[in-house]
C-alpha cells in the first residue's frame, strides 16, 4: 500500500497566524488518466471527517478560501492563510489513486 | 442536501457478527460508488471497502477480506457490510461515505462497532 507520511503531527498556532501541513506519498499519485487524487479531510473535535480538498487544489463547495493545496507528484501542502478557532481538529491527507490510504493525521490546536 | 445514516453498531463477541447498514438521500444513489471507512478510537483512518456502481465491483482492505462484504440495494437507496468472524482489532467506528473523484466527498455520523467478550 501507498504510505502517506504528514508533518507535523502536531501543530500549536496563534489565531490570525498562518499555518502549513505537509504530506509525503511512497509512491506517485499521478493516475493513469492525468490527474492526481491527493484530498485533504478536516476531522473537528466529535464530528465525522469533512473534504475540504480534493485532487490536490480544488476547494470543495463551503470550504473557506483561507484553505489552499498545492503539490504534485509525492509532495504536498495544505496551507491555512489565517488560522481561526473553527479550524481546531485533525487534518488527514490521503490519496485515492491507489488502494485508499491516509495519513497519520496532523493536530491543530490554538496556542 | 446529502444525507448518510449509518445503523447497526453494537457490543459484539470476538468471532460474532454484525450487519451496518447506511442510509443515502439527498442524491442518486445508484450514480456513485460507496465506501466503508472506519476509524478505531483515538486513532486515525482507514478504508474498508468501496463498491462499484450496479454493485459491479467490490474491492476489500486486506485486514477484513474475506471476512467482510460489502452489498448496496440500490432500489432502497442503501448501502450494507456484512462483518463476520470479527476480532477486537474490528472495534472502530463505521463511517458510510459516498466517492466523489476518487475519494469520499460526504460522510455519515459513523456507527460504534466494538469487539470485546
Known amino acids: 500500500d501507498v504510505v502517506m507520511t504528514q508533518s507535523p503531527l502536531f501543530l500549536p498556532v496563534t489565531l490570525g497566524q498562518p499555518a502549513s501541513i505537509s504530506c509525503r506519498s511512497s509512491q506517485s499519485l499521478v493516475y493513469s488518466d492525468g490527474n492526481t487524487y491527493l484530498n485533504w479531510f478536516q476531522q473537528r473535535p466529535g464530528q465525522s471527517p469533512r473534504r475540504l480538498i480534493y485532487?490536490?487544489?480544488n476547494r470543495d463547495s463551503g470550504v473557506p478560501d483561507r484553505f489552499s493545496g498545492s503539490g504534485s507528484g509525492t509532495g504536498f501542502t495544505l496551507k491555512i492563510s489565517r488560522v481561526e478557532a473553527e479550524d481546531v481538529g485533525v487534518y488527514y491527507c490521503?490519496?485515492?489513486?491507489?488502494?485508499?490510504?491516509f495519513g497519520q493525521g496532523t493536530r491543530l490546536e490554538i496556542k | 442536501q446529502v444525507q448518510l445514516v449509518e445503523s447497526g453498531g453494537g457490543l459484539v463477541k470476538p468471532g460474532g457478527s454484525l450487519r451496518l447498514s447506511c442510509a443515502a438521500s439527498?442524491?442518486?444513489?445508484?450514480?456513485?460508488?460507496m465506501s466503508w471507512i472506519r476509524q478505531a478510537p483515538g486513532k486515525g483512518l482507514e478504508w474498508v471497502s468501496y463498491?462499484?456502481?450496479?454493485?459491479?465491483?467490490?474491492n476489500y482492505a486486506d485486514s477484513v477480506k474475506g471476512r467482510f462484504t460489502i452489498s448496496r440495494d440500490d432500489a432502497k437507496n442503501s448501502l450494507y457490510l456484512q462483518m463476520n468472524s470479527l476480532r477486537a482489532e474490528d472495534t472502530a467506528v463505521y463511517y458510510c461515505?459516498?466517492?466523489?473523484?476518487?475519494?469520499?466527498?460526504?460522510w455519515g455520523q459513523g456507527t460504534l462497532v466494538t469487539v470485546s467478550s
Open positions: 439527498g442524491f442518486t444513489f445508484s450514480d456513485y460508488y
Open positions: 461515505a459516498r466517492r466523489g473523484e476518487l475519494s469520499p466527498d460526504f
Open positions: 463498491i462499484s456502481t450496479s454493485s459491479s465491483y467490490t
Open positions: 485532487k490536490v487544489s
Open positions: 490521503m490519496q485515492g489513486t491507489h488502494w485508499p490510504t
